[in-house]
């Protein structure tokens, strides 16, 4: 079983382009406003511009959805695959001394998945945990859930479209902790529905260990998910996140320590949340809000709200998180 197909015919900057529009009627007619009108509509021009990208509708839409129902064959082609060969084949050329490398830890496989477990294995091995042993169970993991391998690919676009520092999709599978930690959450949260819920934990700690976030493997993330960084990144068992959220550094989905049960936040798809911004309890954050920086959130922010303005937040030493404009 190998990769995500698709037509080979169709261009690989096609099906990995996303032009985002958003239709609206305006006099009785139909008309699409382009993605800097919706920002403009949104105020998200003003800060953060590509990472809000993910709070927009895609066009391509009907490309996605297709992931999760294609067959996965070996040989089927795979764009998002065939661009990170392609790089790498370039690195090489570029950095000769890190052939080896490249090669042991791309070229060598024959798709994203078993590279991917490659990465992750050699990443979060240590005298306990064997890269070879670590190597199996990922793969293992990845090459039988049709979700995780529409969810990596996904999130590299993600990645890629919204770090404005980030200029090939092989440095996303190389060399971005943000991505490799959450790939690695999403094989512990198989184990952890699995049933193999001390193995679960057991990477979960390995995670943190390595790459500095704290993710429980019984939280659900959705798809296209850029964690930015990651460093400081703490996400609490009962989290819920949407898909095309970006989460910047040192961000804290937590409990505020008076609940059991259902007790972190639940994250609207689209959203934006900002450098060390601290959601507390089970609350809510509406699809496409923004949270800025510094903030503590205590309170659920509606849909589209840019908490940098309005009053909607408790930010850094203020504490105005609850008067609506």
Request: with cysteine; hydrophobic share 40%; aromatic share 6%.
């Amino acid at each position: 079983m190998g990769c995500v197909s698709e037509d080979c015919n169709v261009s690989l900057s096609r099906s990995l382009s996303k032009r985002l529009v958003l239709e609206t009627k305006m006099n009785g007619k139909e008309e699409k406003l382009s993605e800097t009108s919706k920002f403009v509509e949104f105020g998200l021009e003003k800060v953060f511009p590509l990472y809000a990208m993910g709070n927009l509708e895609s066009e391509d839409d009907v490309l996605m959805d297709k992931f999760g129902n294609l067959e996965f064959g070996v040989g089927d082609f795979d764009s998002i695959w065939e661009a990170v060969k392609a790089e790498a084949l370039l690195e090489a050329e570029k950095e000769p001394i890190l052939s080896s490398f490249l090669y042991a830890s791309i070229m060598s496989h024959d798709c994203l998945e078993r590279a991917l477990g490659f990465v992750l294995a050699n990443r979060l091995q240590n005298p306990i945990l064997l890269s070879t042993q670590l190597m199996d169970i990922f793969v293992d993991v990845m090459m039988n859930d049709r979700g995780i391998q529409r969810s990596i690919r996904l999130d590299v676009q993600a990645f890629k479209e919204r770090d404005p520092s980030c200029l090939a999709y092989c440095w996303v599978l190389l060399y971005l902790k943000g991505f490799h930690s959450l790939q690695s959450y999403r094989i512990a949260h198989a184990l952890w529905n699995s049933g193999r819920k001390v193995l679960a934990l057991a990477l979960q700690s390995r995670i943190s260990e390595v790459f500095g976030v704290d993710i429980h493997p019984a939280a659900k993330i959705g798809e296209g998910i850029l964690l930015d960084h990651g460093t400081g990144v703490v996400i609490g068992e009962t989290a819920v996140i949407g898909n095309r959220v970006s989460l910047m550094q040192g961000v804290t989905l937590g409990g505020s320590g008076k609940e059991i049960g259902d007790r972190h936040p639940k994250i609207g798809q689209g959203a934006l949340i900002g450098p060390s911004a601290t959601i507390l309890g089970n609350i809510r954050i509406g699809d496409g809000a923004m949270i800025a920086a510094g903030s503590l959130v205590l309170k659920d922010i509606p849909p589209h709200r840019n908490t940098g303005e309005g009053g909607w937040i408790c930010r850094r030493t203020r504490s105005i998180y609850d008067n609506e404009t």
